[in-house]
């Protein structure tokens, strides 16, 4: 059921923007102009680009730790170096994001604040455990596969300093895609043993990559402002019926079952049909109250505390080399 979701409404909050100022801005966005910094650019607008892309940056940095967990423990020299050269790429996504929001007028510690305060949200993926090593296959192929549909579509919007970001992010979720799916082939047609393991990964991860994409477009409170303003160039049932058209055949072939009974492919329009996937857990998740949500900002909570000297030390080196101004 997702009738119930409590998300809060957002409001168009446009009041105080000059109408003659907002028409020209709408004129750009529909012309298929780029947004700078420096562009004038209505309230709602700014803040609704701050509250997108700050969470993407905060689910980049949680993203990290599922994976990261398994560096040590992967299956060989070659997946422990793919490994960790894709979870360092995982955090530089965020720092890409983290610089694009700031030219919105957001500070980056204001940023941090809010994710470790719980006020900003970040994906819903990233509260579930990685039990195995199949399950960090499966986040590599899936997970990834899913950020770049939501990616590559994104970065044709019109807020110009997110869309670069996203370009390069994209760039490197392709390796990351081939690293995991490179990754789950070898588990599907490994031992007896392997492809369970893989299923049962596959079995776990399939409602949270389901509700990655975001709520029913019926539910979903932003999308409406946000495609109209070009800041997302799809929808979320757009986006998840796009991963169902790409990956469903291409998980199947591999021998592995999709555990949705309700699955199956609309013999004249083409397109795959699912089940509910359960939109109470989801709307649980993002408020707070999934298996590893205290889990992951307590990790998050220590970094920021441990990592304090060093921010300050930097600070302190920045202010000694900077020559004042005569
Ligand atoms: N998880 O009106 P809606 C990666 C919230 S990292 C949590 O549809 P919108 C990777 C939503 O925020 C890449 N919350 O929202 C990293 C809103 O709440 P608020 C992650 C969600 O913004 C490491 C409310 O529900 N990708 O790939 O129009 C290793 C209403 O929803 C979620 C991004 O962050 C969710 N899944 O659309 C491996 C993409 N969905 O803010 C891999 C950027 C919705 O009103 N974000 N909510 O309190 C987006 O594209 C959009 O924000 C969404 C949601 C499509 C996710």
């Given amino acids: 059921m997702y009738g119930n979701l409590s998300i809060v409404e957002g409001s168009i909050d446009t009041t105080n923007d000059d109408p003659e100022l907002l028409a020209a801005f709408e004129a750009r966005i529909q012309a298929g102009e780029k947004i700078e910094p420096h562009d004038w650019m209505p309230t709602e607008y ?14 980049e940095i949680i993203g990290a730790l599922p994976e990261g967990t398994w560096i040590t423990r992967a299956p060989g020299f070659k997946r422990k170096m793919a490994l960790m050269a894709k979870v360092q790429d995982e955090v530089g996504h965020a720092q890409l994001l983290y610089s694009a929001a700031e030219t919105l007028g957001k500070s980056r510690e204001a940023m941090i604040d809010d994710l470790l305060n719980g006020k900003s949200k970040y994906s819903n993926v990233f509260n579930y455990p990685a039990f195995t090593w199949a399950d960090t296959a499966i986040i590599a ?5 899913s950020a770049i549909i939501n990616q590559v579509t994104n970065s044709k919007g019109s807020y110009a300093p997110y869309c670069r970001a996203l370009e390069r992010i994209c760039q ?39 509700h990655f994409f975001g709520p029913p477009d019926k539910v979903s409170v932003h999308t409406e402002k946000l ?21 469903v055949p291409k998980i199947l072939e591999l021998g592995l079952t999709i555990p949705d009974a309700q699955l199956r492919k609309d013999p004249v329009s083409g397109q795959w049909e699912y089940g509910d996937p359960d939109w109470d857990e989801f709307k649980r998740v993002i408020n707070g109250d999934g298996p590893c949500n205290k889990e992951r900002l307590a990790v998050r909570r220590t970094a920021e505390e441990r990592g304090r000297w060093v921010r300050e030390a930097l600070q302190q080196a920045d202010e000694r080399y900077v020559t004042p101004l005569s």
């Fill in 46 to 59: 700014r803040r609704q680009l701050i509250r997108m892309i700050e969470q993407h940056a905060h689910s």
């Fill in 141 to 145: 192929w899936l997970i990834d596969a």
């Fill in 172 to 210: 490197e979720e392709s390796f990351h895609l081939k690293y995991g799916y490179d990754a789950v082939v070898a588990l599907a047609t490994g031992t007896p043993t392997q492809r369970t393991m893989v299923q049962e990964a596959l079995n776990r991860w399939w409602r949270p990559i389901m």
């Fill in 227 to 247: 495609v109209k303003w070009k800041v997302k160039m799809a929808t979320n049932d757009d986006m998840r019926q796009q991963f169902f058209n790409q990956y």
